[in-house]
C-alpha cells in the first residue's frame, strides 16, 4: 500500500485542535497548518525508511498538534482588562488561519500582529472623546475639569464620563493616560461623586452579571433583559460602534459586527435603530451649537491633538456662532455630493457632513451657515466651495504631487480672486472663482493640470483660461442637451440624468468622450429605474380560471370593489400610465379611455390623479408643482396624496414632474418635492396611511406590501394581483 492511502485509511483515535468531533486521518493532520512543511517532509521521510514505526508517527504529530495549539491558546495579547490568546483572535475573525499558524510556529510574535491596523482596531479600539480644547486658550482638559470650571454642564460632562467608562476606560488627556473608573478616582481624573454611576457604565466593558443564571452578559445583553435603562444603554452601546466595535466582556475585546450577532450581542432591529437615529437616540449634546446629536457626529466635529487623542473643540463664549434650524440642517443633510481626494475620496457624503469634518474650522463653519441663511450663497455654491477647500487642503499636503506643486500659494490667491459670471451648466447666472472653475466637474484633473501648466510658462493667462472653460462647459451642455433619453412624458437629456444624480461623473465623461453611447446608458439599471420606474399592480390574476384580467375589467365583473379598483387605478395613473396587461401596453388616462381599458366615468378622477407624473398647477404662481408640493399647499386631500407619493416610492422614486422623470431621494429633497416628516409617516405607516385594501384578506394594507403580494407575470415582468376567491 502507497503511504498516502496507508495514512489516510489510519484514523486518529483522540480529538485533537480544530480536528475534535472529526473523524480524522493521521495523513491530513500532517498536511494541516499544524505541521510546518520541513517538519511533514522529515517525518515522512522517517516513515518510509521505517526508521519510526506507525505508532511513533502518529504520536509524534498529536505532539505537534498539542504544541501548536498551546501556542495558540496562550494569552499573549493584552486586551481591555486581560490578556487574549491568538485562538481567541481567530474565533472572533480578528486574525485569519494564516496569522494563527504564523504565531502558532513561532513566525509572528504578538508584537507584529498587535500592529496590524485590523488588529488594534479591536485590541484597542479608536480614540473616544477624551477631553476638551479650550479654543480662547489653546488649553486642554480633561472632561471632568471642564465641569469643574463650568465650561460643562454638569449632565453633558456625565453623559461624556460613561461614554469613556463603556469605551475602555477613563482619559487623562494631558498625560495621554488611560484608566479603569477606580484608578481614575484615585488619581482624582473623576471626583468620587461620579464613581458609582461610571462604574455602572463601565460595566459594558466588564460585563453585566445576570441575576438568573450568574453569567457574564453583554451590554446588549443587559439592554435586552432590562437591567439597564434603554435610552442609557442606546447611548453606551452607539459610543462602542463609533470607537471600534462591540465589546465582548467575556473575551476583553471588541468584535466584527457579523461576529457580535453570532454572539447575541447585537441584532438586526438595534442596528436599524442606530443606523437612522431620531432625536430620541441622539444622546449627546454639543455644547457649541446646543444640538443633540449621536456620539459619532460629536465625534466628527471633535479635533485631534498631537498624541492622537478627540478632543471637543469649546468655542469662546461671546463668539457669534451659527446654529443650524431644522430647515437649513434638512437642506444639508439631504445634499450630497462625492469627493474626490482626502479621507472621503469616492464616496457619497452629505454636505452637512463635510462641514463638520476636519477640513473646515468653526469660523469657516460659521460663515457659510451665516451666508446660506442671509440667501448669498447657494447650496450648490456652498457644495463647489467644500469640494474646493478639500481639494485644497488635500493637495497642499501632498509632498510632490504634481497638483500641489501647480496651484502655488500665489496662483491659488490669484485664481480665487478672479471672479467670472457663467452663462451655462451648473453655476448658470452664478459668479465664481476660476479656482472653483478649475476643480469643477466639466474639467478633469489632466485637463486642469495642462491648464495651469500653460498659464505658469505664459501660454495662458487668466481671461484667456476662463475663455477655454468656458467653452468647455458650453460644449459640454450642448452635447448633454442633444444626448436624450425618453422620460415618462417627454425626452430626458443626459445633462439633466447627471444633475439628477442619476448618472455620475464617471458615465457623464464617457459619454462626452464618446467612450460610451446613448445607448448603453439606457440600459444601465440605475437609469431605467428613474426614467421607467418598477411595475406598479397592473392587473389581477383569477387563479381558479388561470386568467389575467386589467383593474378595470376586474371591477365590471364584479370581481373587485369599485372603490378598491379606484384606488388601483389611481395608482397607475400617478405612477406613469394606466396599464393594460393583456397587451403589456402603457398609457395615458385619455388614451386608455379611448381604447375602453378604463371607463369614462373614471377619466376626471384618473386625470386628476395623473397629476402626480404631469403636474399641478400652483395657483399663487402658475407654475407646474410635484405631488408633494400639492399636498403641502393643501391643493389635494391629505390621504389621497400620501396613498399617491407612497405609490411612486414603491414604484421607483418620487416623479419630477418638471423634468418627467423619477428622482433618487436626496434629489427630492434638494428640489423640495419630498421631506424627513413625509418619510417618517411613509417609514412607520399607521392604519390611516395604509390607503390600499387586500381583497382576500381584508386587510389595509401600504402598496409595497400589497405590491409583495402579486406574482410577476411571466411573459411581461408585470405585477398582478392574485385573487384566490371569486
Known amino acids: 500500500m502507497e503511504i498516502p492511502n496507508q495514512l489516510q485509511s489510519t484514523k486518529l483515535e483522540k480529538d485533537m485542535g480544530r480536528f475534535k468531533a472529526h473523524e480524522t486521518s493521521i495523513w491530513e493532520v500532517l498536511n494541516s497548518e499544524y505541521v510546518a512543511e520541513k517538519k511533514r517532509k522529515e517525518m515522512l521521510q522517517q516513515f518510509q525508511s521505517q526508521s519510526i514505526t506507525l505508532q511513533q508517527l502518529i504520536t509524534a504529530t498529536a505532539e505537534k498538534v498539542e504544541e501548536y495549539e498551546r501556542r495558540g491558546a496562550k494569552p499573549i495579547f493584552k486586551g481591555l482588562r486581560k490578556r487574549i490568546s491568538a485562538n481567541d483572535l481567530y474565533k472572533s475573525n480578528i486574525i485569519d488561519q494564516t496569522t494563527l499558524s504564523e504565531i502558532s510556529k513561532g513566525e509572528k510574535n504578538a508584537e507584529d500582529i498587535s500592529k496590524m491596523e485590523t488588529v488594534k482596531k479591536y485590541l484597542e479600539g479608536s480614540s473616544c472623546i477624551a477631553g476638551v480644547y479650550i479654543q480662547k486658550t489653546q488649553e486642554k482638559m480633561s472632561i471632568y475639569q471642564a465641569m469643574k470650571k463650568g465650561i460643562l454642564r454638569p449632565g453633558t460632562a456625565l453623559v461624556l464620563l460613561e461614554a469613556q467608562a463603556a469605551t475602555g476606560f477613563i482619559i487623562d488627556p494631558i498625560k495621554n493616560e488611560k484608566l479603569n473608573v477606580e484608578e481614575a478616582v484615585l488619581k482624582a481624573i473623576v471626583g468620587k461623586e461620579l464613581q458609582k454611576k461610571l462604574q455602572s457604565a463601565e460595566k459594558a466593558v466588564i460585563g453585566y452579571t445576570d441575576p438568573y443564571t450568574g453569567e457574564k452578559i453583554s451590554l446588549f445583553q443587559a439592554l435586552n433583559k432590562e437591567l439597564i435603562v434603554k435610552d442609557h444603554g442606546i447611548r453606551l452601546l452607539e459610543a462602542q460602534i463609533a470607537t471600534g466595535g462591540i465589546i465582548d466582556p467575556v473575551h476583553s475585546h471588541r468584535l466584527p459586527v457579523q461576529v457580535a450577532y453570532e454572539r447575541g450581542y447585537f441584532d438586526e432591529e438595534m442596528n436599524n435603530v442606530l443606523s437612522d437615529p431620531s432625536d430620541d437616540t441622539k444622546g449627546f449634546f454639543d455644547p457649541n451649537t446646543h444640538e443633540n446629536l449621536t456620539y459619532l457626529q460629536l465625534l466628527e466635529r471633535c479635533c485631534k491633538d498631537e498624541t492622537g487623542l478627540c478632543l471637543l473643540n ?49 469660523g469657516k463653519r460659521n460663515e457659510l451657515l451665516q451666508k446660506f441663511k442671509q440667501g448669498t450663497l447657494t447650496i450648490d455654491q456652498i457644495t463647489t466651495i467644500i469640494r474646493t477647500t478639500i481639494a485644497e487642503k488635500e493637495a497642499t499636503e501632498k509632498d510632490g504631487n504634481a497638483d500641489s506643486f501647480l496651484f502655488d500659494e500665489k496662483t491659488t490667491e490669484l485664481f480665487k480672486s478672479t471672479k467670472h459670471t457663467c452663462k451655462a451648466g451648473t453655476f448658470k447666472d452664478k459668479t465664481v472663482s476660476l479656482w472653483e472653475l478649475l476643480h469643477s466637474d466639466y474639467i478633469t484633473e489632466e485637463k486642469r493640470n495642462e491648464l495651469v501648466k500653460q498659464f505658469k510658462d505664459g501660454a495662458q493667462t487668466t481671461e484667456t483660461l476662463i475663455t477655454i472653460i468656458s467653452t468647455i462647459i458650453d460644449q459640454t451642455e450642448k452635447k448633454s442637451s442633444e444626448l436624450k433619453l425618453p422620460g415618462l412624458r417627454k425626452q430626458v437629456s443626459v445633462a439633466e440624468l447627471y444633475k439628477s444624480q442619476i448618472i455620475d461623473k464617471s458615465v457623464w465623461g464617457e459619454l462626452q468622450q464618446g467612450t460610451k453611447t446613448i445607448e448603453d446608458v439606457a440600459k444601465m439599471d440605475t437609469v431605467k429605474r428613474y426614467l421607467e420606474g418598477r411595475s406598479c399592480i397592473a392587473g389581477v390574476y383569477l387563479e381558479s380560471l388561470k386568467e389575467k384580467l386589467n383593474i378595470y375589467q376586474a371591477m365590471k365583473r364584479g370581481i373587485l370593489r369599485p372603490g378598491t379598483a379606484l384606488i388601483l387605478l389611481e395608482a397607475q395613473a400617478a405612477t406613469g400610465f394606466i396599464i393594460d396587461p393583456i397587451n403589456n401596453q402603457k398609457l395615458c388616462v385619455e388614451e386608455a379611455v379611448s381604447k375602453g381599458i378604463i371607463g369614462k366615468e373614471l377619466q376626471d378622477k384618473l386625470l386628476s390623479a395623473e397629476r402626480g407624473v404631469t403636474g399641478y398647477k400652483d395657483p399663487y404662481t402658475g407654475e407646474k408643482i410635484s405631488l408633494f408640493q400639492a399636498l403641502k399647499k393643501d391643493l389635494i386631500v391629505k390621504d389621497h396624496g400620501i396613498r399617491l407619493l407612497e405609490a411612486q416610492i414603491a414604484t421607483g422614486g418620487i416623479i419630477d414632474p418638471v423634468h418627467s422623470h423619477r428622482l433618487p431621494v436626496q434629489v427630492a429633497y434638494e428640489r423640495g418635492y419630498f421631506d424627513e416628516e413625509m418619510n417618517n409617516v411613509l417609514s412607520d405607516p399607521s392604519d390611516d396611511t395604509k390607503g390600499f385594501f387586500d381583497p382576500n384578506t381584508h386587510e389595509n394594507l401600504t402598496y409595497l406590501q400589497l405590491l409583495e403580494r402579486c406574482v410577476r407575470d411571466e411573459k411581461t415582468g408585470l405585477f398582478l394581483l392574485k385573487l384566490q376567491k371569486i
Open 314 to 362: 469649546i468655542a469662546p463664549k461671546g463668539r457669534s456662532h451659527v446654529s443650524a434650524d431644522e430647515t437649513t440642517k434638512t437642506t444639508f443633510q439631504s445634499s450630497f455630493t462625492t469627493i474626490s481626494a482626502g479621507r472621503y475620496t469616492g464616496q457619497n457624503v452629505s454636505i452637512w457632513e463635510l462641514l463638520y469634518s476636519e477640513y473646515f474650522t468653526e
